[in-house]
């Protein structure tokens, strides 16, 4: 079944760690995305990908960093987490062009104490 | 500049009732809409979009949405909620400067029985 994954759900971790959060897809597309969401507010786009070897931040500045070796996964690494890193991280694919609809994971809920 | 309305936090019915979700955008060009839904603790779920052509779009669960270019606005419609359909509701456009979505702040749409 295709499907978009996000792997770890929920993850509590200590200021100054490196932290991976893993996004994969077997929709076939070619482009991904990464969201940081605040509860129950807007979604603000991070980084987002065309393809493998293509990634470009979004209009949210971020310490973040992201990867694209292969077409159905995009991890996002935060190097030295810190307590305002803390939110919910929303990963999206979709086909590429302007008209498709995003297809969402279920969320990283992450929080840095 | 480029943005997305959505003019009510929190918008409550009874259930059987029409709703009426609004959203207002402002975008140069031609615009592409989206709603989204967005149900507790997990990802977003894509209700419908406008890309061309007729105003009224129908989408998935008996949602529907009204383009009015005049107006800028893309409120979503149902002609009878369901206590099921209490959820976050977003609307995006797409921009005009990266291509990417702009995000609505989302509304809490309550279903009372």
């Not at chain 1, 605040?38 to 070897?53: A, F, K, Q, R, T």
């Not at chain 2, 609004?22 to 149900?39: A, D, E, I, R």
């Not at chain 2, 949405?65 to 359909?85: G, R």
């Amino acid at each position: 079944e295709a499907d978009i994954y996000q792997t770890p759900r929920y993850l509590v971790i200590g200021t100054g760690k490196k932290i991976t959060l893993e996004c994969s897809q077997t929709m076939g597309h070619d482009k991904m995305y990464w969201y940081q969401q605040d509860p129950g507010m807007e979604l603000h786009l991070i980084h987002y990908s065309y393809g493998v070897n293509s990634t470009e931040k979004g209009d949210l500045s971020s310490e973040s960093t992201v990867s694209r070796i292969r077409t159905e996964h995009f991890p996002l690494t935060l190097e030295s987490a810190r307590p305002s890193h803390t939110s919910q991280y929303l990963c999206a694919s979709s086909e590429l062009g302007d008209g498709y609809e995003q297809y969402f994971g279920p969320g990283t809920r992450l929080t840095v104490t | 500049a480029q943005s997305v309305a959505q003019p009510e936090d929190q918008v409550n019915v009874a259930e059987g009732n029409p709703l009426t979700v609004k959203c207002t955008y402002s975008v140069s060009g031609n615009p592409y809409l989206f709603w989204y839904v967005q149900y507790p603790n997990r990802g977003l779920q894509f209700l419908l979009k406008y890309i061309t052509g007729d105003n009224l779009v129908k989408g998935s669960y008996g949602f529907e949405a009204e383009f009015n270019k005049s107006q800028t606005s893309f409120h979503l419609k149902k002609p009878s909620a369901l206590v099921s359909d209490s959820a976050l509701y977003f609307c995006a456009v797409r921009g005009s400067s990266n291509y990417q979505l702009i995000w609505g702040a989302g509304t809490k749409l309550i279903i009372k029985p």
